[in-house]
């Protein structure tokens, strides 16, 4: 575990939100990413758009987006921000079996990216699984992590793999 103390928390123990107002406007960008485990079966049910409720990973992708623009809402201490780039991608993995889900978030501010990416990869995958539950209810979300973030007082940070 890196970093240093608890930034939410203020001298008197009680949860508070950041003040960035004397912060620099840099570029930030993170970028997150989690999987969907399902069966080989519901996987090529998706790939094929052969689900009744439609385009599984469109849906996944834009309802991805739209959580990135919304995490102020989502989680308490949070600031609103003007994000300037989203992206989601879903890509098949047959190793798992099923998709893989990866976000970037991107804005010039006084904060970063990381929970709107996250919550990205986040609301992606909840998709997938809403969108496939009447197929496969065994599905399985996990994974879900920071991988890279850059910009800000902090600095750069990209995941090292195990092993």
């Keep these: ?24 406007e840099t570029v930030r960008i993170a970028t997150a990413e989690g999987h969907i485990r399902m069966t080989a ?7 094929a758009g052969n689900v009744r409720k439609g385009d599984v990973i469109g849906t996944a992708r834009l309802a991805g987006i739209m959580a990135a623009k919304q995490t102020a809402s989502l989680i308490p201490l949070c600031h609103p921000l003007m994000l300037s780039k989203v ?17 970037t978030v991107k804005l010039t501010g006084r904060t970063g990216v990381e929970m709107e990416a996250l919550t990205a990869v986040s609301i992606a995958c ?14 399985e979300i996990g994974g879900i992590r920071l991988t890279a973030k850059s ?6 940070y990209r995941r090292q793999e195990a092993g």
């Design 87 to 103: 992206s989601v991608d879903i890509r098949e993995d047959r190793a798992l079996p099923g998709l893989r889900v990866e976000a």
């Design 151 to 156: 910009g800000g007082r902090s600095g750069d």
């Design 1 to 24: 575990m890196t970093g240093g103390g608890l930034t939410h928390i203020d001298a008197s123990g009680e949860a508070s939100m950041v003040d960035v107002g004397d912060k620099a």
């Design 41 to 47: 079966a519901t996987l090529d049910l998706i790939l």
């Design 126 to 139: 909840l998709t997938l699984y809403d969108m496939a539950k009447a197929a496969d209810r065994e599905m």
